[in-house]
């Protein structure tokens, strides 16, 4: 029950940044990203906190956006903090989720991919999340669970 809870959420929340369609980047990103982001609606309770490990429908998801448009993964990392979003998502995860789910990416190329100043708080930010992620492809990484909550 919680799970369709939070899918509707989600789809609640993708309907909006639809509707949101202004002159900005930012906003333009988000639309584009909107359908894609679907797929990452399983990894909710993971990058939300809530479950130790992502489902195996997590990862497959993760993996059918990074084959569509890193960029996504990049926007929802990158809007984390945002109200408007209506989600509680601990960014460290998000930005980690690719190496846990064994499908690791240069997380740095977000930098470029939302035209962010390369000196940026932001840029900074992504930065910080690619070193992480470096440390954690030299750990043994939890494999992804069936149901993301063991």
Do not use: W
Request: net charge neutral; hydrophobic share 35%.
């Amino acid at each position: 029950m919680e799970s369709k809870h939070v899918t509707m959420k989600l789809l609640s929340v993708l309907l909006l940044m639809l509707l949101d369609l202004a002159s900005s980047d930012v906003n333009q990103d988000r639309a584009e990203c909107a359908n894609q982001l679907v797929a990452l609606s399983p990894c909710l309770p993971y990058v939300g906190g809530q479950a130790k490990t992502p489902t195996m429908d997590c990862c497959s998801g993760l993996k059918q956006v990074l084959d569509k448009s890193m960029k996504c993964l990049c926007v929802l990392v990158k809007d984390k903090d945002d109200p408007s979003l209506g989600l509680k998502i601990n960014a460290t995860l998000a930005a980690t989720l690719p190496t846990t789910c064994h499908a690791p990416v240069n997380i740095t190329s977000c930098i470029s991919l939302l035209h962010l100043a390369p000196n940026s708080q932001d840029a900074k930010v992504f930065e910080g999340y690619q070193k992480l992620t470096e440390g954690l492809g030299n750990a043994t990484t939890p494999r992804p669970g069936t149901s993301g909550n063991e």
